[in-house]
């Protein structure tokens, strides 16, 4: 079965909105995994707009089943995630006026400087993925800077405005994922999949992991961040 990882920002996003200490992600990620979620995300940006470092402390202790820390590559967080040792990390680009990610890592264009990091992140034994727009350039850059995991970049899919260009930029993810997969990377997707768009994504046979967030929050405001969970992991196909 495609894992599900489910990001928890918003519940954090919420909490800082108040300026006190709930909702915690925290517990968040426990009720995430209690649903079914194989694995639970957090970006601990340059900003701490949302995540803290006390939640990514806590989630290292807590979570049972995979903790994925996506970060911009910058010494401060670098060193966070070497002390913290999450079970993967995620690099992707970081602006610090952007609402969410907006675009793929340009890997081609930062090959040395993300070897440098993915080695040093290798000698602590944390595997890293690279969130990638569904493009050759950036999958063979990531296999040669020696990434073990590329996480295609599906928003574009998800935001096209008509049918033919989601079938366009379906096509464009299929192909880039079927490429990492024969250079033998493992391959996560995500960013802004929803309970509309996701069953096509993930009944592709290449793609491992799934990594979900907005679109599960949004609906557990309404029925429960449990129920969420269950009815996200329902859509996924079983391997
Ligand atoms: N993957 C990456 C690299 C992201 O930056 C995000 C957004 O935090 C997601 C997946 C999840 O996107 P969404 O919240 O739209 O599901």
């Known amino acids: 079965m495609v894992s599900l990882a489910i990001n928890v920002d918003h519940v954090a996003t919420l909490r800082q909105a108040r300026g006190i200490t709930e909702p915690d992600p925290v517990l968040a990620a426990g009720i995430c995994e209690l649903a079914g979620a ?20 806590l989630l290292r ?35 610090r006026k952007e609402l969410t990610t907006e675009g793929g890592l340009n890997v081609a264009g930062q ?4 070897q440098a990091v993915i080695g040093r992140m290798r000698k602590a034994g944390i595997p890293v993925s690279l969130f ?3 493009d050759s350039k950036q999958i063979n850059a990531a296999h040669e800077v020696g990434a073990t995991f590329v996480e295609i970049h599906t928003g574009r899919y998800c935001d096209a405005a008509t049918e033919q260009r ?3 930029e379906f096509t464009l993810i299929a192909t880039a994922a079927e490429e990492a997969y ?40 309404f029925v429960g961040l449990d129920q969420a969970v269950r009815e996200m992991l329902a859509l996924l196909p079983a391997r």
């Open 38 to 57: 194989q694995g639970i995300v957090v970006h601990l940006r340059e900003d701490r707009r949302h995540i803290q470092d006390r939640d990514v402390r």
């Open 61 to 95: 202790q807590t979570v049972k089943t995979k903790l994925n820390l996506e970060m911009g590559a910058t010494e401060e967080i670098i060193d966070i995630a070497l002390e913290i040792k999450p079970d993967m990390i995620t690099l992707v680009p970081e602006k």
């Open 111 to 114: 090959k040395k400087k993300l």
């Open 132 to 134: 990638i727009d569904p």
């Open 166 to 168: 989601r079938d366009q």
């Open 182 to 221: 024969e250079l033998g990377l493992r391959v996560n997707a995500g960013h802004g999949l929803n309970y509309l768009n996701t069953r096509r994504v993930a009944a592709l046979g290449t793609i491992e992991e799934l990594s979900i967030g907005h679109a599960i929050m949004a609906r557990a405001i």
